[in-house]
């Protein structure tokens, strides 16, 4: 039984391993593609930056879903939210505070927004394909807004590289992701079921976490680079994507029966996290050392309600 435990948390290491060295070849990549073909760099950090950290919890979601394992898919995109604000920005903001651009608190709302929407959703405990159609069209629309009011393409430069060779170990490193997300998911399940803890606690702290560990490791070394506005932009762009475009794609392969306790509990917590985050954004464009305390205690509290 011990080998048995030993293997199967080895498993589940791997399945990290993967998703987030899968996801850091992914991001390289990505952006070689996108130079290559003289798409501009805002693009570039903006959209394909947040997709690549976020790819983890797409496809093990995604994965999640196909499965029959909805506690897990939709207990992995809140959990990663809530995670993003109140564990990785708490961590980052007590390091350094975080001064950030005037434009972070509107783009707060706009996450506080459609996660109040997603909460809406649940409120008949069952999230449709055609309701996980929708969070995925509200994020396409927000792509036109951003590309609309602020992108310019470049002109494209010479000494572009290898945009055919990039574009193989673009789709190559998205197989690892898929595969390593594969691993969590099975393992994660055999751990709840071994340990005789739900499957939906699982989900919401180790697998949660886990994948989101791209974003902390990019908001971490941006607050030590001293660019706190890739910090923060970083974890509000993957949140954006976690509650439109993780339980979208999730709900479109298999509608998503809501846990109760995602509906009543750890969604609204999210809420008051983000809210937090929102309202220190929105006094005095920044993330502070008492605004960190105060969402490390609300994580404590998160794990403690979980775990007791």
């Known amino acids: 039984m011990a080998a048995e435990y030993i293997i199967t948390f080895g498993i589940f290491a791997l399945g990290l391993l993967m998703l987030i060295k899968g996801s850091d070849i992914f991001v390289e990549a990505a952006t070689r593609v996108a130079k290559g073909f003289g798409v501009s760099e805002f693009i570039i950090a903006l959209v394909l ?16 879903a196909y499965q029959g394992f909805s506690d ?27 001064d ?22 649940m409120r ?22 951003l590309y609309k009011k602020h992108v310019t393409l470049e002109e494209v430069k010479e000494g572009r590289g ?20 594969r691993l969590v998911v ?16 699982i989900a919401l702290t180790l697998v949660s976490i886990g994948t989101s560990l791209p974003e902390m490791a990019n908001s971490l070394t941006a607050t030590l680079k001293k660019t706190p506005n890739i910090s923060v932009g970083n974890v509000v762009g993957a949140n954006i994507l976690d509650i439109l475009m993780v339980i979208g794609i999730a709900a479109l392969i298999r509608p998503i029966k809501v846990d109760y ?14 809210a937090v985050l929102a309202i220190s954004l929105k006094l005095n ?24």
């Open 49 to 64: 930056a947040s997709i690549a950290t976020t790819l983890p919890e797409v496809t093990t979601s995604a994965i999640a």
């Open 72 to 98: 897990i898919a939709l207990g992995n995109a809140i959990g990663s939210a809530l995670a993003n604000i109140a564990l990785i920005l708490g961590l980052s903001a007590l390091i350094m505070p975080l």
């Open 100 to 121: 950030v651009d005037e434009i972070a608190w509107k783009n707060a709302l706009f996450m506080i927004g459609v996660t109040f929407y997603a909460w809406i959703l």
């Open 124 to 145: 008949d405990l069952v999230i449709s394909r055609i309701e996980g159609l929708t969070l995925i069209m509200i994020y396409l629309g927000f792509l036109y807004y």
């Open 162 to 181: 290898n945009p055919k060779k990039d574009v193989v170990i673009l789709f190559a490193s998205g197989l690892v992701v898929v595969f390593g997300a």
């Open 186 to 201: 099975e393992s994660a399940v055999k751990i709840a079921t071994a340990l005789g803890i739900p499957e939906v606690v």
């Open 261 to 274: 306790s995602i509906y009543s509990f750890t969604t609204p917590l999210t809420l008051l996290v983000m």
């Open 285 to 308: 464009n920044r993330v502070g050392r008492k605004t960190s305390v105060v969402l490390l205690a609300l994580y404590a509290y998160f794990l403690y309600a979980n775990f007791t």
